[in-house]
Each structure stands twice: as structure tokens, then as C-alpha cells.
């Protein structure tokens, strides 16, 4: 489906619905943490048959809700991926699907060239192509041991439920 067909399927709609979504195998809610934090891992918009996927800042968070790979950029990078990896395929989307990625790094002169290398090798394990729109920001994360934090944005058409 190209482009066109994406926007005039999202014009038609005559309904729009909302929830959230989790993987509870990859990370736990915000919600659950030691100190809460008043956040959706993400919020899945269906406008008619086109499902849009929000993915919170994502970052290197087990299912417990602890940080793993403290001090390991290239590490905290792939369990970031694999977060939002789980998040999109718990609603039967792939990275194929997304279109645009925020990627925050605390230190972005320092770990730039270890977060494109990273990046370059996942989008190409996933095949991607296009790739996602996206932007680097250098920021200061919720965690001082987190040293990236990546949202995402998916749109795809869902398999029909009986599929």
C-alpha cells in the first residue's frame, strides 16, 4: 500500500479509538516502577481500518522495571530496540511499519558515532527501506544510568481479525 492509499483510508474513517499498549515479557508499565511515573508504553490510534502506534521514549528497561546494562551504550542501545521491538509486534506491527523515531542520548558527543553504527546495523538486520524519519537529541533521561532513550511512530493496516 502506498502512501496515497494510507492518507485516504485515515480521511475516511468515521471512528476513532484508543488504548494502550504493553509487552509485559519485555518491560513492565511506568506505572509499576519503585517511584510510579504516569506514562503509557505507548498508545495504539485505530482511524478505521489504519492503526497508528505511539511508542513512548523507550529505553534499556527490564520487566521488572530495572535498568540492565549500566554504563554499556551499544548494550542499552539493543535492549532498547528490543523493547520496542516487543511493543510493536504485541500489536502485530514490525519495524516496517514505523516512520519516524526520536532518539535522546545523554551524552550525544561522546556516544553519536557508537548510536549510528547501532542503529545502521538494526535497520539493516530489519530491512528497512525506507528508512524512519528521525531526529537526535542530546537530553538528560529520566534514569542517570540510561544513556539512550528512543520514541517511535508506526502506521500499518492490520491483518483482518479472522486472518
Not at 516487543?86 to 500489536?91: M, V, Y
Not at 514505523?98 to 550525544?108: G, N, Q, S
Request: glycine letters at 6%; a negative charge.
Amino acid at each position: 500500500m502506498n502512501a496515497t492509499e494510507l492518507l485516504d483510508r485515515i480521511a475516511a474513517a468515521t471512528e476513532v479509538r484508543k488504548r494502550a499498549v504493553t509487552d509485559l515479557s519485555v518491560l513492565n508499565e511506568a506505572f509499576h516502577y519503585p517511584k510510579p511515573s504516569s506514562f503509557s508504553r505507548g498508545l495504539r490510534i485505530d482511524l478505521g481500518n489504519v492503526a497508528i502506534l505511539l511508542i513512548s521514549g523507550t529505553a534499556s528497561i527490564d520487566e521488572n522495571g530495572q535498568t540492565v546494562h549500566v554504563g554499556d551504550f551499544r548494550a542499552q542501545l539493543r535492549r532498547t530496540y528490543r523493547n520496542i521491538t516487543g511493543l510493536l509486534e504485541s500489536e502485530g506491527a514490525t519495524w516496517r511499519d514505523v516512520v519516524r523515531t526520536t532518539c535522546y542520548l545523554r551524552d550525544i558527543g561522546r556516544d553519536y558515532e557508537a548510536f549510528n553504527e547501532g542503529r545502521t546495523d538494526f535497520f539493516r538486520e530489519q530491512g528497512l527501506d525506507p528508512l524512519p524519519a528521525s531526529t537526535g537529541i542530546q537530553a538528560i533521561l529520566c534514569r542517570p544510568d540510561l544513556l539512550v532513550e528512543i520514541e517511535a511512530i508506526a502506521i500499518f493496516v492490520p491483518p483482518p481479525k479472522n486472518a
